[in-house]
């Protein structure tokens, strides 16, 4: 038995929380660990030396609360030694309770959210001053790993200081290009794993929010495409084109800028999760998310082929990968 662990069953045992029927809960791509207790009750291990952050999550639960959408309600935070207690909001996940029948419309449900938090965003602009702006360097910290996770250290790849500095005024010019508003509370991780069914009257408190403690103040289509474009479950052409009518319909956004936001974030996203996908494989041992690589390389070939991204098509094709080779 771990340390780390010894410090949870510590932790609960001071907050008088049983550990008798604790069971680990399947953890995502990062650092954090959750298990399950008794009384309807999680408890995340999120170890600040390994750069996660439990007053974070905190932080956005309560800017959700505010917002009157169905975030865990925290119940103990520690902020020292990186626990916290909260929530459980149940195993109903959209992507494992999906079927056939079911699945436009939990997509809708979850496209209904995000309408709500940008109007929320905009009547609340003082809850959200505090967080940082999802601006072009962050973005751009985060598309860099596809050359150093990917390029170079999957392919074995040189990618000279010239070439890096013209792969970032490409990806600048492209997001310049789409005049984005950093006006949204964006949760980052918005797709099917992340979102729980709850059994509530109010149909926007039927979705459950969960992962959400890299929020940042951003585009409100940012979790737009990451839910629409997600490696995890690909939505054909006809499901994605209904669902981003259906959103047009309910916002009366215009469909060409729509399009063009959705082109670049899901490009920027998916070239960041290549990154990303290939360094928890090299660096950390964790081979079973390169399963979902022919979902991205197919998400960034789509996305090329849209005249935001004429440049960084031609300085992908100039690297011969055959994966992305149109």
Known sequence: MDNRFNQLLLYLENQKISSKNLVAIKSDASFRKYYRLENNILAMDAAPEKGESVSKFSEIARILHSFNLSAPKIIDVNNKEGFILLEDLGDKVFSTFMNKENKIDLYKKAIDVLIDIKIKSYQNKSSLSKLKSYNFEELYKETILFIEWFIEQKLGMQITNKKRDEFYQILQKAFLDIKSKNDTLVLRDYHVDNLILKDHKEPLKQVGLIDFQDALLGSSFYDLASLLEDVRMPLNKNEKDKLIKYYINKTNEN??????????????????????????????????????????????KSNLKSSLFFDMKNWIEELQIKELQL
Do not use: C, H, M, W
């Not at 936001?261 to 964790?286: P, V, Y």
């Open 255 to 300: 469909y060409e800028i729509v399009l063009r936001e959705i082109n670049f974030f899901s490009l920027q996203r998916n070239l960041k999760i290549l990154g990303i996908f290939n360094r928890l494989a090299i660096r950390d041992g964790k081979a079973r998310y390169l399963k979902y690589l022919p979902a991205t390389f197919n998400f960034i």
